[in-house]
């Protein structure tokens, strides 16, 4: 059992979060028999609550499990199959007296971390209309709604693609190449804590697109325009730090210039989702060793637009 991550509950009970093997199995499926065991009764059942330790050791074999512990006793589960560039979460339970401490989203966060580590592009689960606060969980977590049969909804999430970028030259370097990608009408959401690298990536793209003038943090303005030098988009550069919500950044009457240029928001999380249906998510993090500068570039595809060319963002 290879622990992934370990933090303190509110309660000052420690959380393990491990890997769990084959030999887990008996525990595993008493723990998912006894949190779906728990919940009312739904037709048709889910197949869950005849799960057996054979069902489980397959599952685990066809991808891999997380499983949390509290003080050393199983307290959830969560099991994930890996097929190609997709992934699905099964079996997300949580026993009854371990419940609402946040346990079910640890366990996912750290299912979700995993896949993207490999690579994996997507991420699929069935939830069941008949329990609709289960549903808002997963989209709270950013699942939308893709098929549905009968009551049982297919919820999928798209995945980030990951790219290191070791030097601030690296980091504009992949800005350049992912200018080649960009086109007018794009919108680009860029978040990071300070100095993350957002303005450095932009300054890659800004010199990809081949646009006037010098991009810097847009401090005292919230937003400037850069006009192509090659008859290409303009871009749109644009700090939404001390924007406190969506209206103010659509005060900034955006829109003109929105369909004949690219627009990136720095600190756009939660902010500039509204700008346009499909964008590409930026998300830019440091190593926990502050002595190396690499950063971590998260690329998230939002949309068809965006989905449609994850392979070349891989590339980058
Ligand atoms: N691998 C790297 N990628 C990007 N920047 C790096 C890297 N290594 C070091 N740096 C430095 O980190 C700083 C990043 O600053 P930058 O202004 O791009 O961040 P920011 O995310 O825009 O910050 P703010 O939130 O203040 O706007 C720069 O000084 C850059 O030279
Ligand atoms: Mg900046």
Redesign the pocket.
Known sequence: MSVLAETLLGDGRALRIVEPTAADAEAICGLIREAFGNRPVVDPPPPALSETPEGVIAALAGGFGVLALVDDQPAGVVIVSVDGPMAGIHRVSVRPQYQRQGIASALVEVAIELLTLRGTSGVELVAREEFPQVVSWWRRHGFVEVARQGTSLTLARQLPVRLA????E??QAIGRRLARVLRAGDVVIAS?D???????LTQGIGAGLEVAGSII?PTFVLSRVHPSTVGGPALVHVDA?RLGSAAELEDLDLDVSLDDSVTLV??GAGVAEGLAEDYLEVD?RRTLDPAD???WIFLTPIGERWTSVRAELEAL
């Open positions: 970028a070791p030097t601030a690296d980091t990071g300070l100095g993350a690298g957002k303005t450095t943090s730090y720095e600190w830019i500068d690499t950063r």
